[in-house]
T-cell receptor, first 113, second 114 residues
């Protein structure tokens, strides 16, 4: 069964450093989402792509976060510089189109020291 | 914006007990409603969904009925198993911008003891 791949699974970094997370959606899925899940909370949508275009990034802290999906396939989420409050699980999901079921990857757990 | 509220956990039950996890929503109109489950070490998976009022979603012995009168979508199972231990999230469509992502509740951690 096809799955959403994410790497790394775990990342420890120091405050003020740059970090990047990678997501490879299910093949053929045009819609890709990045969520942040703080411990004890539900996931929060950060950004959504349709192919290579951003559909919504209103909840992405743009002073330090950036996301891209240059060829409309895999995607990278970057944080620069990282802050202590960025410690969380970063989840990627994909779907075959708007309104279709979202399939989630295993996530990248980030710890900022 | 639209939101969901679900009962706090952890919820600890014995195997074969009945389960209810409460979820209420606040929304404009009648959005689709979802339950997702997160097993230890795994990504979220869609458990069930309902797309309109009075619909019942079901999967793996779990059920939830979309009740607009009480703005609720409670998750139920008649006899839980140890393998049901996981975190359960109630969700509805994100109401900001043009995105069709999801807005999740805080999650309910379910622990089933043998």
């Amino acid at each position: 069964e096809a799955e959403v791949a994410q790497s790394p699974r775990y990342k420890i970094t120091e405050k003020s450093q740059a970090v990047a997370f990678w997501c490879d959606p299910i093949s053929g899925h045009a819609t890709l989402y990045w969520y942040r899940q703080i411990l004890g909370q539900g996931p929060e949508l950060l950004v959504q792509f349709q192919d290579e275009s951003v559909v919504d990034d209103s909840q992405l802290p743009k002073d330090r976060f950036s996301a891209e999906r240059l060829k409309g396939v895999d995607s990278t989420l970057k944080i620069q510089p990282a802050e202590l409050g960025d410690s969380a699980m970063y989840l990627c999901a994909s779907s075959s189109g708007l309104g279709e079921t979202q399939y989630f990857g295993p996530g990248t757990r980030l710890l900022v020291l | 914006g639209d939101s969901v509220t679900q009962m706090e956990g952890p919820v600890t039950l014995s195997e074969e007990a009945c389960l209810t996890i409460n979820c209420t929503y606040t929304a404009t109109g009648y959005p689709s409603l979802f339950w997702y489950v997160q097993y230890p070490g795994e990504g979220l998976q869609l458990l069930l969904k309902a797309t309109k009022a009075d619909d019942k979603g079901s999967n793996k012995g779990f059920e939830a009925t979309y009740r607009k009168e009480t703005t609720s979508f409670h998750l139920e199972k008649g006899s839980v198993q140890v393998s049901d231990s996981a975190v359960y999230f109630c969700a509805l469509p994100y109401s900001g911008g043009g995105a069709d992502g999801l807005t999740f509740g805080k999650g309910t951690h379910l622990i089933i003891q043998p």
